[in-house]
Each structure stands twice: as structure tokens, then as C-alpha cells.
């Protein structure tokens, strides 16, 4: 059974920067895809960033310009998520997910495996 368990998450002021990451347990890593989502309250859940197996990521549109690192370790079974310029509009839950192998997506319905979130919350 995959188990993804998220960590990095805290309080930061407007303009501050976080790292996320994920650990990956249960199977092969490098045979999965790997994505960070978010969901702050009230709202849908949101794709942020995607790896895929191969390596090939993906970006959502509004965040591209600010969240720009997704990485993989294979060999550590990790993924990370560098996050530069916080608003307190990015305050969420965040979710690291894990998919088929693949380019991986920014769907939500691409994901099979997800861990329990942690939170990001961004004040002054």
C-alpha cells in the first residue's frame, strides 16, 4: 500500500518562501508520477505542480511564475515543491499525490494515491 506522508508546511509572512516535502513508501517510486495540489477552505481542490516519471513537469498557470521547482529523488524516495513569494491567498492545505507512470497530469482524477496535507498558511 502507498503511503505519502507530507512535511515542510508552516507559518510565513507575505513575500517568504517554503520548502515542501513528501515521502514516498509502499512500492517502486520511480514508477510513479508525483503532483502537489492545495485546498483552502471553502474552496475546490487545485493542482499546483507535476513530475512525472520521466522527469517532464508541469506547472499550473497561475503559480508557474512563483512555484517553479518540483522535484524527485528517486534514490530517496522523496519529492519537494519550492515555494518563493507567498501571498496569503496561497494558504492551504497541501497535498503531495501520486499517479500512474507517465508525462503525470494536472488532474485530480490522475492520482490514485494521496497523503494527509500540510498546512501553509501565509500572514503578516
Known amino acids: 500500500q502507498v503511503l505519502l506522508v507530507e512535511s515542510g508546511g508552516g507559518s510565513v509572512q507575505p513575500g517568504g518562501s517554503l520548502r515542501l516535502a513528501c515521502t514516498f513508501s509502499?512500492?517502486?517510486?520511480?514508477?510513479?508520477?508525483m503532483a502537489w495540489f492545495r485546498q483552502a477552505p471553502g474552496k475546490e481542490r487545485e493542482a499546483v505542480a507535476s513530475?512525472?516519471?520521466?522527469?517532464?513537469?508541469?506547472y499550473a498557470d497561475s503559480m508557474k511564475d512563483r512555484f517553479t521547482s518540483i522535484s524527485r529523488d528517486n534514490a530517496k524516495n522523496s519529492l519537494s515543491l519550492l515555494m518563493n513569494n507567498l501571498r496569503p491567498d496561497d494558504s492551504a492545505m497541501y497535498y503531495c499525490?501520486?499517479?500512474?507512470?507517465?508525462?503525470?497530469?494536472?488532474?485530480?482524477?490522475?492520482?490514485?494515491?494521496w497523503g494527509q496535507g500540510t498546512q501553509v498558511t501565509v500572514s503578516s
Open positions: 499525490a501520486a499517479g500512474p507512470s507517465g508525462r503525470g497530469s494536472l488532474r485530480e482524477d490522475w492520482f490514485k494515491y
Open positions: 509502499g512500492d517502486i517510486y520511480s514508477r510513479y508520477s
Open positions: 513530475i512525472g516519471s520521466n522527469g517532464i513537469t508541469s
